[in-house]
């Protein structure tokens, strides 16, 4: 990809099959798109549309069986392993529905865990954690680990971890599906202020509309291709 190339994401003629035995899944036919810096991206669609695998192929935990995949300058498609790790550990940060903390560390120390796998010290990393829960609203919790916090509040602390690294995007895969609706338009509400506050780009997969409200872009998946893009 050349430099003078726009836009943060840039994805062509992307497919992923899965094979098992006999049986073979195309679980995406051919997705092509483009997201600039700062977009705030959500991907709708019925179950099995493709939503997770496209969210895994950018992020670098999946592999493309065909197609383009370059994420702020990294092709992801040549990359060898080690870089596919880095890339991931230092421009991706993940958002999931079950939130996917470690319930024997505090809320502190599970935001910081990707600083400290990038090799800083607990006392450098140990600000930027404080920093960030407070951006999440939940300073007053750091040492609450994620069984003493309702879920609403384990996401908000998955949030501070995927945000911890200044990441080059944020992927989430349907992160409010595991909460009430009240709850749900504050994990909302939050990610859209984020993203305006802090610039994050995020791509979104989810069945909540209401993330459409706050979405520069609505990409509308079904049977593993991309049917509907609007600009919001
Ligand atoms: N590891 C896998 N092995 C085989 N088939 C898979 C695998 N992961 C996903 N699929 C299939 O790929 C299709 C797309 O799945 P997925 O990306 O999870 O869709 P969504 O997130 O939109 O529900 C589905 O038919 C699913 O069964
Ligand atoms: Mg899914």
């Not at 300058?73 to 939130?99: C, N, P, V």
């Not at 407070?134 to 509040?153: D, I, M, N, W, Y």
């Not at 780009?201 to 509308?220: D, G, K, P, S, Y």
Request: glycine share 10%; aromatic share 4%; charged share 20%.
């Amino acid at each position: 990809m050349s430099l003078s190339e726009p836009g943060l994401i840039h994805v062509r003629g992307l497919r992923r099959t899965y094979r098992r035995g006999q049986v073979q899944v195309d679980a995406l036919r051919g997705v092509d798109l483009d997201i600039p810096t700062g977009a705030f991206v959500v991907v709708v669609g019925p179950s099995g549309s493709g939503k997770t695998t496209l969210l895994h192929l950018l992020g670098g935990i999946d592999r493309p069986t065909e197609g383009q995949i370059c994420i702020a300058g990294q092709a992801i498609q040549g990359a060898s392993e080690a870089e596919l790790t880095r890339f991931r550990r230092d421009r991706i940060g993940f958002i999931f529905q079950f939130y996917n903390l470690l319930p024997s560390l505090n809320a502190l120390d599970n935001v910081i865990l990707p600083l400290l796998a990038k090799g800083w010290s607990w006392k450098k990393a140990n600000p930027r954690g404080q920093a960030m829960l407070q951006q999440v609203g939940l300073q007053a919790r750091a040492r609450h680990k994620p069984g003493e916090l309702s879920g609403g509040e384990q996401q908000r602390v998955a949030i501070a971890r995927a945000l911890v690294v200044e990441p080059a995007v944020v992927l989430a895969d349907e992160p409010t599906g595991d909460l009430d609706s009240v709850t749900a338009r504050e994990v909302v509400d939050l990610m859209a202020g984020l993203n305006r506050n802090l610039g994050a780009t995020f791509v979104i997969a989810t069945h909540n509309l209401e993330l459409c409200r706050h979405a520069t872009h609505v990409f509308e998946m079904n049977d593993g291709r991309l049917v509907v893009s609007t600009k919001g």
